[in-house]
Structures are given as structure tokens and as C-alpha cells.
């Protein structure tokens, strides 16, 4: 139905991490667009270059170092960034390609923020892209809604793919004429879901507009449009052994962006279960579901997109291997850090680490996935900036492990913005072990960024 959606979950999880992220008046990339990258080629020709873009909120990054190693360290070509942000060079299946930026500087030391690709192939076109979006002001503009004249309502919520505003219809009782009010976007075109809401807050009715354009003082005129009753949608989960909680949100998205985000349900029992009102789905939207669960060290992500009516799924059927207690060890000789799992019915495609350490007044946080799923080697880098190669067991801020639609292979190039469901339907699952013990530790330097967040989002 919307193809390739990018970002989608991304924009989803960041959304439950951070509350109603529509009103940071930050323009986020579009769910659709992977725009910079033109996607993993079927079996390119050997010699056929590797390319890396680091991006960052300035634009293409200039300067950034990259070491272009095969799969036993070699290095093939140590590098930097050129005026368009790039970097590339042929080398063999398999390899590793790790980008370093500038440092930041503080109180006599260096922080340094290491990204790196395993398991890359000829052909591969890779994104390292840090910008946050565009401060963009608020576009003021008002709107002139119907009546409902099937329920009493108490606000209106006017909610866009860049903006939430509520209007009031002032009396709380049945509306027979028009309201009027004045809601904020921070976008020139966005998609509308206008959700009548009754005076309990709950979802009763709506009506949808898809490529509305903003003009700051405008009035949009939408007296015409005729609102749809929501109907109660019920939630379950089968095969919950644990018998844990399993919170949920369910979203309504486009190309565009997230459109309507409800305060999420928590699921209980075995099954687990839960109903909700929530307004009908219209033409060119999108449904994702989002659920999480906790179990022992192992946090467990499960996502649905492309579903419509009562919502069944099999929970324990979705799930990958937990992490056990048993800390994660890591293998000087090999430069490979192993952790151990247990359980689960599906087999991780891939898996992402953050781990982190110091020396001589360098400090750095080192971001790497790779395909697998109990272990990742790292390469040993060259010591021409520093010496960032763990002689003793790294300092670990994450491992994640995600079962993805079409394997490492089809994420590879844009791994670092997190998963990227694709087609009209689909499901991925997702796992991550922090340790506990080591929570404080990932404080001890700045850090630009946190990818292992945009793979898992707390609510």
C-alpha cells in the first residue's frame, strides 16, 4: 500500500519515547524516504565501490575518517570524507567499514563517537546520518469544523503528521453549528485526522484530509466534511506464558508521518487483553502497532504494521532468544564480544552493540551492527587518531538483537536510523539487554547521539 516506509518505525518509537513529538517544532524526515540511499544491489560485481555518507544537522559531513577493512582486519583504505560528505573504495565481501567524526573537546580530553558496518558488500551505498531536523516556526492558522450531531462532544483534536492543536466547542453538549479555532503546524503539507472527542477524552468520530497546505493566517474551511463513528477495537495476545504486562500503542500513520497517536493500553494476562475506541483507518493511512515486554535482561519489542479490525496475534511465535544473566565477554585475540541467549522462537538477522572506553584522555562511545546474533567481532583499527581497540572487556551501554523484514542484507545501508518496515504488511521483533550495573558508566562523556535508542524507544 505505501511501499517502502522508511523511517516509519523510527518515527513511531520516538514518538512513545518522547511524548506528542509533533509539537518540538523539529521537521523529522518522512517515514517514506530513505531518499539518500539507492538500496543493497542483487549480487553486485566484485569491484564495484563501497560508498559511505555522513550527514549531520549542517549537511554532508566534510572530514569525517573512515577505514574501509576486510573481514580480517585489513585495511584497504583509510580515508576522509570528501566536500560532499563521502567516502568510498572496492573491497571484499564480508568487510568492515567504520566512520570516526571529529572529536568534542572538554576539560583536557577528547570524545570520540565510532560507528561501524560488519558484514558490508560490493555495491553497498551506507548512511550515517546524525541530523536531528530543522528548527522550522509555527504556522498559525485557523480551522472551521462541522457538527457532530451524533455525539456530544467536548473538544476537537486536530492532529497532523507536524502538529496537535484542540479546539473547544465551549459548551460540552451536542454541537449543531460550526466551531471554530486556532491550531499550530510546523510544516507547509501535512496529512489531517480531525477526531471529535467526547467529554470523557475519548475518540468518537473523525474525518481525514491528506495533503493539506499551511499558510500562516489562512482559515481552512472544513464545514463540509462529514465525520465517521470509531468503532471499539479489541487487542489480544496469545501464548503470553510469562503472564508479564505487554504495554501497547497503536498509531495511525502516512508517507508523511505519524498521524494520530491515542495514549497506549497495557495488555494483561494469558491472553493478553485489552479494547479501545479507535477512529476508523481512512484511505492512504496506515495502522502500526507497537508492543513491549519486559523479561529478566531482555527487553522485548514487537511491531505490526498494515493490520485492520480486532487485533489477534501470537505473542511467544514473535520472539527472540532472551538474554541470560551471564555477562557478555569479550575475546582479545579475536576482537569478539559474545553474550549468551536462551529460549525464543525466531533467529536474530542482525545485531547492533554500543559499548564504550578511555585511555590517555580519550574517551569514546564505539556504535556497530553486523549480521548474527550471540556475538560481533570488531575490527582492529588502525591508531592513527587513537588507540581504540578494547585490550580488556569493553564497557557495554546496549546490545540489541532484531528478526527484520528481508534480513541484515535490506537494512544494512540505513542501519544506524533504526528498522525499516517495508511493504503493506510485516512484523519485526527487536531485543535489548542493558546492563543494569553499567547505566551510570554511559554518562561518563558527552554523547551526540544514541542509536541503540532508535532501534527500542522507552514509553
Known amino acids: 500500500m505505501l511501499g517502502d516506509m522508511g523511517r516509519l518505525y523510527w518515527v513511531l518509537l520516538a514518538l512513545a519515547a518522547c511524548g506528542d513529538d509533533s509539537n518540538r517544532k523539529i521537521a523529522d524526515a518522512p517515514p517514506g524516504g530513505q531518499h539518500d540511499a539507492p538500496g543493497q544491489m542483487d549480487a553486485p560485481p566484485v569491484n564495484t ?51 570516526v567524526p571529529s572529536p568534542q573537546n572538554g576539560k583536557g580530553s577528547l570524545f570520540y563517537h565510532l560507528s561501524t558496518w560488519a558484514g558490508v558488500k560490493p555495491g553497498d551505498h551506507l548512511i550515517l546520518d546524525d541530523s536531528g531536523g530543522t528548527e522550522v516556526p509555527p504556522t498559525n492558522v485557523t480551522v472551521v469544523l462541522p457538527p457532530d450531531p451524533n455525539h456530544t462532544v467536548g473538544q476537537y483534536q486536530v492532529s497532523t503528521t507536524c502538529g496537535v492543536g484542540y479546539i473547544s466547542v465551549g459548551t460540552g453538549s451536542a454541537v449543531v453549528a460550526t466551531t471554530t479555532g486556532t491550531v499550530s503546524v510546523y510544516c507547509a503539507t501535512a496529512d489531517v485526522l480531525v477526531v471529535a472527542l467526547d467529554i470523557d477524552g475519548q475518540a468518537v468520530s473523525s474525518f481525514y484530509v491528506a495533503a493539506q497546505a499551511f499558510v500562516e493566517g489562512d482559515t481552512i474551511d472544513y464545514s463540509l466534511k462529514t465525520f465517521t463513528n470509531s468503532a471499539t477495537r479489541n487487542y489480544q495476545f496469545t501464548n503470553n506464558t510469562d503472564t508479564a504486562d505487554i504495554p501497547v500503542t497503536d498509531v495511525l500513520t502516512s508517507t508523511r508521518g505519524t498521524i494520530y497517536a491515542p495514549q497506549g493500553m497495557t495488555l494483561s494476562g494469558n491472553p493478553a487483553v485489552s479494547s479501545a475506541v479507535f477512529p476508523a483507518v481512512p484511505t492512504g493511512a496506515l495502522d502500526l502497532i507497537t508492543a513491549d515486554q519486559y523479561a529478566g535482561m531482555t527487553e522485548r519489542v514487537f511491531l505490526e504494521w498494515g493490520t485492520t479490525g480486532d487485533y489477534t496475534q501470537d505473542w511467544a511465535a514473535h520472539l527472540l532468544p532472551d538474554f541470560t544473566a551471564d555477562l557478555p565477554t569479550f575475546d582479545t585475540g579475536t576482537h569478539a564480544l559474545a553474550w549468551t541467549t536462551t529460549g525464543g522462537a525466531l533467529v536474530p538477522d542482525l545485531v547492533g552493540t554500543q559499548t564504550y572506553g578511555s585511555g590517555n584522555s580519550t574517551y569514546w562511545n564505539w556504535d556497530m551492527f553486523g549480521p548474527g546474533g550471540t556475538s560481533l567481532a570488531f575490527p582492529a583499527l588502525p591508531t592513527d587518531l587513537a588507540d581504540f581497540n578494547y585490550t580488556h572487556d569493553p564497557g557495554i551501554n546496549a546490545i540489541v538483537t532484531a528478526k527484520v523484514p528481508g534480513g541484515y542484507d535490506s537494512i544494512r545501508a540505513t542501519v544506524f536510523a533504526g528498522p525499516h518496515p517495508s511493504g503493506a504488511t510485516g512484523t519485526i521483533s527487536v531485543n535489548r539487554y542493558i546492563p543494569m550495573s553499567t547505566l551510570a558508566a554511559t554518562r561518563q562523556a558527552p554523547k551526540k547521539r544514541d542509536v541503540m535508542r532508535r532501534w527500542i524507544r522507552h514509553r
Not at 549531520?56 to 570528501?82: C, E, K, L, R
Open 49 to 99: 565501490p563501497v560508498t559511505v555518507l555522513v550527514k549531520d544537522d549542517a549537511g554532508p559531513t566534510q572530514g569525517a575518517h573512515v577505514y574501509f577493512q576486510a573481514n580480517d582486519s585489513t585495511v584497504i583504505s583509510s580515508t576522509t570524507t570528501d566536500t560532499g560528505g563521502t567516502a568510498s573504495a572496492v573491497m571484499p565481501m564480508g568487510g568492515f567499514v567504520t566512520v
